[in-house]
Nanobody, 115 residues
């Protein structure tokens, strides 16, 4: 089973930036959508951003204008550039990949924004 590996989380002050990356451990064919979700303590997991193979993007209202999702189709890698981070962005961030014969989650990476 292909696993998704995330990196780039950490501790940052409010107003700072982080870049998350997610890459699979093996080949995934016919990827449709790649995305990022997050889950804060005591809250449900929510969509942050997603991107289709054709490059169409969708963002949560709370991150529009601050976060940018991108992907490298050749590497099946998805990125999340997070700028102007706020304390309310603190959460575990999970990548998600949906393909014709695969759907999976990463293990999660912690993002903590201090005020």
């Amino acid at each position: 089973q292909v696993q998704l590996g995330e990196s780039g989380g950490g501790l940052v002050q409010a107003g700072g930036s982080l870049r998350l990356s997610c890459a699979p451990s093996g080949s995934i064919f016919s990827i449709n959508v790649m995305g990022w979700y997050r889950q804060a303590p005591g809250k449900q997991r929510e969509l942050v951003a997603q991107i289709t193979t054709g490059g169409r993007t969708n963002y949560a209202d709370s991150v529009k204008g601050r976060f940018t999702i991108s992907r490298d189709n050749a590497k099946n890698t998805v990125y999340l550039q997070m700028n102007n981070l706020k304390p309310e962005d603190t959460a575990v961030y999970y990548c998600r990949v949906e393909a014709a014969m695969y759907a999976g989650w990463g293990q999660g990476t912690q993002v903590t924004v201090s005020s």
